[in-house]
């Protein structure tokens, strides 16, 4: 998935990142930088790896508020977002 926001330190970023989970509350991903809890977030997430027949792929784009951001092994950040 592709993640679009302000980090922590108040810098704009885009990141190609791994969607952990995924449901009607909300989704948990991980990200390479540290976020607020309360910061927005554009995602867009992408239901199949490979075009199918020269169509692109299928894709959810959804805009996020941070709700929950924990520190997560190898210098990452889990984060849990609820759609706004």
């Known amino acids: 998935m592709t993640v679009r926001g302000v980090d922590a330190d108040g810098e704009a970023f885009e990141s190609e990142t791994v969607l952990d989970n995924f449901g009607a509350g909300g989704l948990y991903l991980r990200l390479a ?25 299928a894709r959810v784009v959804m805009h996020g508020v941070v709700l929950r951001a924990e520190s997560r092994p190898c210098d990452t950040c889990g984060v849990a977002v609820g759609s706004i």
């Open 33 to 57: 930088r540290r976020v607020e809890r309360g910061a927005k977030l554009d995602l867009i997430i992408r239901l199949s790896p490979i075009p199918d027949n020269g169509v692109a792929a």
